[in-house]
């Protein structure tokens, strides 16, 4: 019982350290929404999207405490990573390069 008890409280600490990410990277960009993506065993990303197109992530442990992060930090959700929601993110040349690496002249690992 004790032990339960224990991992429940340290589910809560992590959620709430998640939300006062979530809560930073949102004033950061002039609010936020996210999307949540099941990554197996290595937990669940939170994918942030600022109101100014800017993007980030974050990786929670477990799906439940991903959704009790974002509830806590008030993020609206989407279902999917796809139309208006997508269409919201605004790369950058740093994005870009690494997406593209040296295919068109990205960073080389020279």
């Known amino acids: 019982m004790a032990d339960i ?3 429940e409280r340290r589910a809560e600490r ?8 979530i809560g930073a990277f949102s004033r950061a960009h002039g609010g936020a929404e996210g999307q949540l993506a099941y990554l197996g065993q290595a937990g669940t990303r939170i994918v942030l999207v600022g109101e100014d197109g800017r993007w980030g992530d974050l990786v929670a442990p477990t799906h439940p405490i991903a959704v009790a992060a974002a509830d806590k930090a008030g993020l609206t959700l989407h279902d999917s990573f796809d139309g208006e929601f997508a269409a919201k993110v605004r790369t950058g040349p740093y994005e870009w390069s690494r ?12």
């Open 5 to 7: 008890m224990q991992s």
């Open 14 to 21: 992590k959620a709430a350290k998640l939300a006062r990410e």
């Open 99 to 110: 997406m593209a690496g040296i295919q068109v002249g990205g960073p080389t690992d020279d």
